[in-house]
């Protein structure tokens, strides 16, 4: 099963510890991590971000602004992203975030107190057993939920394929000899990027079925306009 996971904690330090465990636990076999991101919540309520994982690789920065990220990565983290950076909240017009679950966002941001660190992670896990070791053994928190229930766009046969095959391929890497493990690797990699290809591509699409319903909208609400219009002049 494939998650958007979310894992606070109280301080920096912890959360890096957390975002190397994360990675330990994916060159074991036990998940397979698709997407990170560290992100800091200010005393203001404002997020920053300190570090990025993707596909492209590894990025350290420092207290840059989370809205930075936004576009930069795909899928329910990009979208938890963009929500979080405050550029979409509440604005459920916006075309790029309208299929994004909100409830989400307000449980997560409820979650998080002043100061705290936050890894945001897309991971697919046979349970939860794994990650929410790392959260308990560092004092953090956990937030979980599907990405089909939390990012409409992602219901994909396409993605939930390479999903499987991935999932499949972990459980061939654990029970595989050690020689033969760099080349089950290997294939979980192109996986794992065909993946991204194709959530990419998804978005895209996303983006013009947005559109048309956000054109079919401007135009309803405009003939209503129009029809207030004219029970006005029939008044005056």
């Known amino acids: 099963m494939t998650n958007l996971i979310v894992l606070s904690f109280a301080n ?6 957390a975002s190397h465990k994360l990675a330990e636990l994916e060159s074991f076999g036990d998940i397979s991590l698709f997407e990170k991101v ?10 920053t971000y300190l570090q990025t994982e993707t596909s492209d690789g590894l990025r350290m920065v420092s207290g840059m602004a989370l809205g930075t990220l936004v576009g930069a990565i795909g899928g329910p983290v990009g979208m938890m992203v963009g929500m979080l950076s ?3 909240i509440g604005a459920i017009g916006e075309s790029e975030y309208i299929d994004f679950s909100e409830e989400a966002v307000r449980k ?3 979650q998080l107190k002043a100061g705290d660190v936050a890894i945001l992670a897309e991971i697919s ?3 939860p057993a794994f990650v929410d070791g790392v959260a308990t053994r560092l004092g953090g928190n956990v937030f979980r939920a599907n990405v089909d229930d939390v990012y409409d ?14 999932a499949e391929d972990r459980k061939q890497f654990k029970a595989a000899r050690k020689e033969d493990q760099a080349r089950i690797k290997a294939k979980i ?12 591509a998804l978005k895209d699409k996303a983006k013009d079925r ?6 079919k909208a401007i135009d309803k609400e405009q003939s209503k306009i129009s029809e207030l219009k004219e029970s006005l002049n029939k008044l005056s």
């Not at 920096?12 to 510890?17: L, N, P, S, Y």
């Not at 560290?38 to 997020?47: L, S």
């Not at 766009?153 to 991935?166: C, G, L, P, R, S």
């Open 12 to 17: 920096e330090g912890k959360a890096i510890e």
């Open 38 to 47: 560290i992100v800091k919540k200010g005393a203001n309520g404002e997020f």
């Open 86 to 88: 405050g550029t979409v």
């Open 108 to 110: 997560v941001t409820g």
């Open 125 to 127: 896990e046979d349970g």
């Open 153 to 166: 766009d992602y219901e994909d046969q396409q993605v939930k394929q390479f999903d499987a095959d991935i």
């Open 189 to 200: 990699e192109e996986l794992k990027e065909k993946r991204r290809q194709r959530i990419a």
């Open 210 to 215: 947005k559109k048309a319903r956000l054109g």
